[in-house]
């Protein structure tokens, strides 16, 4: 699968040159190696605890929300991480670091 993640994920980015950013989201990034397509890496983080309280506003079963967090276990290379965002906190929280970010950038 992850020869034709890759392969797409290059037709969307020839498809959009002329596009001053494009954001790829993929929680296998490191696995498809798709960060050597990216100019800068930015890891969005948050505690597990923030995890169940989103999956119980989502209206999750305990045992499913549980089994889901055991399973979101990615690989992470933090040496090609540029930054980190801690998601633990409001939406105009997560929004203004994003901004900052891409000021930065």
């Given at each position: 699968m992850f020869p034709?993640?890759?392969s797409e994920v290059k037709n969307?980015?020839?498809?959009n040159r002329d596009k001053n950013y494009i954001i790829?989201?993929?929680a296998i990034l490191f696995d498809c190696?798709?960060?050597?397509?990216c100019d800068y890496?930015?890891?969005v983080d948050n505690s597990e605890e923030r995890r169940e309280i989103f999956l119980k506003n989502k209206n999750f079963l305990d045992d499913d929300i549980e089994l889901r967090i055991e399973g979101q276990y990615i690989k992470i290379n933090r040496k090609k991480v540029n930054f980190i965002i801690n998601n633990n906190n409001s939406k105009e929280s997560l929004l203004k670091k994003?901004?900052?970010?891409f000021k930065n950038i």
């Open positions: 034709l993640i890759r969307i980015l020839n498809e790829i989201e993929a190696k798709l960060d050597l397509m890496i930015i890891l994003v901004e900052k970010i």
